[in-house]
């Protein structure tokens, strides 16, 4: 089959750098998936419990950057118990013992102590990159070992994590000697850090493009680091608050101006109006504008930054800019691609800042528009298949109305059609999450039309079990479906076995399925792992008297409804680290 | 108004979604608390697809905040009851915290600011004030949002509590223990035996008692300083048992809130 030297095919292979592409590739013969697979640097492993390491290190002993994740998406929303799992740990003791030259690890949800991060820097000479995305476990002692020890580092990204600070001074541990930096993002960290320290690090990296401080980092501080490296091309500033009329401002201001390459704004973790014209300099370049953690703005202020930003085209902001601010967006940022509207107010009655017309003015402005993630008070059908209308371009459209279940209200109707009309209309639809008041039409209509569908997020939606089972035998490109709170029960979940072998996972909470069809589904495809997870509590007596409570087994009453199930394939077999109040059946 | 029938249905009185678990002491069929009920969702067009869904609180994060609202007979007229549903609205538990965090942080801007003649630069009608309480419904807001972990001694399952859903240690004493002890027995009124029983954890009467580690990192017996000041120091919680808490001052008398020079956490 082979026509050309292995060297040559590898050549090849290098330029195919998607891993679906590269798992395409090595199916084709063997000898291909024998070149593939000793060639490949890159690997991506969505779900930590799906293979062991060993094995994949065994298939690619050339691996040099590893992409892991661990906790369903849900564990954002603090669904699954924190002691679930998820832990990188095994990982790197199996990547450390087999000598592979690891140089770059990313992690999104998992579980990373500080031992992790200290074997990290002690046993790959040329580990240069780490990022880590809402991972918890760690400390500032764990950034301490990676500052001191890995004298290659080019890249520390810490995004959204939980760290505990035990002020160990972490920064100062970069040792003199070391100028790679190319990204620094702590933006997440709690704690105080040594300005000095800071500004002496950045004085020494002249690669640095990106960096991204956090709430400890003064505006002072701030105009002192940006003058030493002018060629930051991503900013993240932590406090921005100072008196306008001092020195040190009139300084931050001319120091901004010579920073012609900023794309990227973010931070503004503490923010005053009044500072806010020191960036409309560097405005007109940006690319990616983040203040989606600057409460406290109020939208005129929002506005006016705004209409300095024309190329924008990533908008992450809170909804106090309101429908109004939404149409300045709309007239003003033509190359909008990405827009996320947070609530500023998860929980408020409902000073309605913004609504469906605010989207519906995107709409009309931003044909760009490809991805959305917007939270509202409501939405109606009429604006949602206006928004299908004019951007047929959607890749990810996540709307959360925050009223779970609420229906249209100039019609009282369920927002089915309004669904049906983005899925019909954006054919390469990847990723979407409904809310508001649904039946099951909605289903049948993604199963009909969203044929790119990968994830699907579904909360308090459906009438019956025929809305699961629409779904999944409709979406054939389906890789992940999480169900909250909805009627889908054993026959939605036993349609199709199979087909959650073509999957990642499966998650249902609060939904209708048994015990005893997780155990059917269990016995049928052996290839799956079915978690229960089992908050049982302890009763008062049991926990006075220093009791401890029964592991959760598959013992139960099979009509028992299972509070929490995750099921997802594996090669690994059950994990080994599941805690007690974890049954794979 | 949580549960629907008051007389026999005690354990769903208590709860707020203490589900019976796999072990079925408590009887053969699962049943939840229900954070959810019609009534709560004025909007909804069906019941039927909040009937056939149980709501159990899972992770205990907003059990807490739900039950006291429910106590307070639903007075609270908005129509959004997101606040009474675990994990919603959807946003990562990080940029919850961050907002909290960013509302609760006490600001020296005023030391940063001179009284400027710029008001143009500031010029919005609720004043200058940054974070001005009464003005900043979203600030207020977020103040609901601040969650730390619980862990309990001998449990292996470890939950998060939102601390400003409470007003007051008895509330959080009574979240707590309804987050991970059950009353096997009610007696007859259901919620004046929870109210009595969470003092048991704060006067070190019980097995248990409740700390705090706070921003020292150090552990702490919870009460010994007044509320407010106990919000901004608090990093996580957890129920020891008593025999292990021996370093802490072991206490048999009344709290007294008033003892402020007691301890100084900050």
């Known amino acids: 089959m082979n026509y050309f030297p292995d060297e040559v095919i590898e050549q090849v292979f290098d330029y195919v750098t998607s891993h679906q592409d590269r798992n395409s590739i090595s199916l084709v013969c063997k000898s291909w998936y024998r070149i593939e697979r000793l060639s490949r640097q890159r690997v991506f492993i969505g779900n930590c419990y799906s293979i062991s390491p060993d094995k994949v290190i065994e298939r690619f002993p050339a691996i040099r950057s590893l992409s892991l994740k661990g906790k369903p998406h849900f564990a954002d929303f603090n669904l699954v118990p924190y002691d679930w799992g998820g832990h990188v740990y095994p990982w790197i003791v199996a990547m450390a013992k087999s000598k592979v030259n690891l140089e770059e690890i990313r992690l999104k949800r998992m579980v990373v102590s500080d031992e992790s991060l200290e074997l990290i820097s002690s046993s790959f000479a040329n580990f240069t990159s780490l990022v880590l995305v809402s991972c918890e476990g760690f400390t500032t002692n764990g950034l301490k070992a990676v500052a001191a020890n890995c004298s290659l580092l080019r890249e520390l990204d810490l995004q959204e994590n939980e760290v505990e600070d035990h002020r160990s001074q972490w920064l100062n541990h970069f040792p003199e000697s070391s100028t790679s930096l190319v990204t620094l993002n702590f933006s997440c960290l709690k704690g105080e850090i040594n300005l000095a320290a800071l500004e002496r690090l950045v004085a020494r990296s002249p690669n640095l493009k990106t960096l991204r401080v956090n709430r400890a980092v003064t505006l002072d501080s701030l105009q002192k680091i940006l003058s030493w490296a002018p060629q930051l091309m991503d900013l993240g500033v932590g406090s921005f608050i100072h008196d306008p009329d001092s020195e040190t401002f009139y300084k931050l201001k001319n120091t901004i101006v010579q920073c012609k390459s900023i794309t990227s704004l973010s931070g503004f973790l503490e923010v005053a109006p009044y500072c806010l014209p020191a960036i409309y300099p560097v405005c007109s370049n940006l690319t990616s504008l983040n203040l989606s953690y600057a409460l406290g703005i109020p939208a005129s202020e929002l506005i006016k930054l705004i209409r300095h930003c024309k190329r924008l085209q990533r908008l992450w902001i809170l909804d106090c800019i309101g429908d109004k601010g939404l149409e300045v967006v709309a007239s003003n940022c033509k190359d909008l691609q990405e827009l996320r509207v947070f609530p500023s107010d998860p929980f408020g009655a409902g000073n309605t800042v913004v609504t469906e017309e605010g989207l519906v003015a995107i709409s009309f402005g931003c044909k760009k528009l490809n991805s959305l993630l917007y939270f509202c008070h409501q939405m109606t059908n009429a604006a949602l298949i206006t928004v299908a209308n004019n951007c047929p371009n959607f890749v990810r459209f996540r709307l959360c109305i925050l009223d779970p279940t609420k229906a249209d209200p100039l019609t009282q109707q369920p927002l089915d059609e309004g669904f049906g009309a983005i899925v019909q209309s954006c054919k390469g639809l990847k990723r979407l999450s409904l809310s508001g008041l649904l039946t099951d039409m909605v289903f049948l209509y993604i199963g009909m039309y969203a044929e790119q569908l990968e994830m699907l997020s579904v909360a308090f939606a459906g009438k019956s079990d025929k809305g699961m089972i629409y779904v999944l035998n409709g979406c054939k490109k389906l890789r992940k479906l999480e169900v909250r709170d909805s009627p889908f029960g054993d026959a939605a979940l036993l349609a199709d076995p199979g087909k959650y072998e073509t999957m990642r996972s499966l998650w249902m909470s609060s939904c209708e399925v048994t015990l005893g069809a997780c155990k059917a589904l269990a016995r049928k495809m052996p290839m799956l792992n079915v978690e229960i997870i089992d908050d049982s509590e302890l009763t008062v007596d049991e926990a006075l008297c220093g009791g401890a409570p029964v592991a959760v087994t598959a013992d139960g009453d099979d009509k028992q409804k299972v509070e929490k199930m995750y099921l997802y394939r594996t090669l690994a077999g059950p994990r080994n680290d599941a805690p007690e109040f974890v049954c794979t059946l | ?239 020891m048992r008593t025999s292990e808490a021996g370093g802490l001052a072991m206490r048999s008398q009344e709290i007294n809130w008033n003892q402020m020079e007691r301890r100084n956490p900050i």
Do not use: C
Not at chain 2, 3 to 14: I, N, P, Q, T
Not at chain 2, 116 to 132: A, F, I, M, V, W
Not at chain 2, 218 to 224: A, K, N, P, Q, T
């Open chain 2, 1 to 239: 108004m949580l549960s629907r029938d008051v007389a026999d249905d005690a354990e769903l009185e208590l709860g707020l979604g203490l589900s019976i678990g796999g072990r079925t002491k408590h009887g053969s069929s699962r049943e939840y608390g229900r954070i959810l009920t019609a009534q709560d969702f004025p909007s909804l067009v069906s019941k039927a697809i909040i009937n056939s869904n149980n709501v159990a609180s899972v992770s205990g994060t907003k059990r807490a905040a739900a039950e006291p609202a429910s106590q307070e007979g639903g007075g609270d007229d908005s129509p959004t009851s997101a606040s009474q549903i675990v994990g919603w609205p959807p946003i990562r538990s990080y940029r919850m915290n961050s907002l909290s965090n960013q509302a609760k942080a006490p600001h020296s801007m005023e030391g940063k600011r001179t009284v400027s003649k710029k008001d143009e630069l500031n010029h919005t009608p609720e004043g200058n004030r940054l974070y001005d309480r009464k003005t900043s419904g979203a600030v207020k807001e977020a103040q609901n949002l601040g969650f730390v972990k619980v862990s309990v001694d001998g449990i292996p399952i470890g939950r998060k509590v939102d601390l400003n859903a409470h007003t007051s240690y008895e509330t959080l004493a009574h979240a707590l223990v309804n987050m991970f002890f059950r009353s096997m027995n009610p007696i007859g009124d259901g919620e004046k035996e929870l109210v009595n029983r969470p003092s048991k954890l704060l006067d070190g009467l019980s097995a248990f008692v409740l700390t705090y580690e706070d921003k020292e990192g150090d552990w702490m017996l919870v009460g010994d300083v007044p509320w407010g000041m106990f919000l901004s120091s608090v990093k996580r919680l957890r129920i």
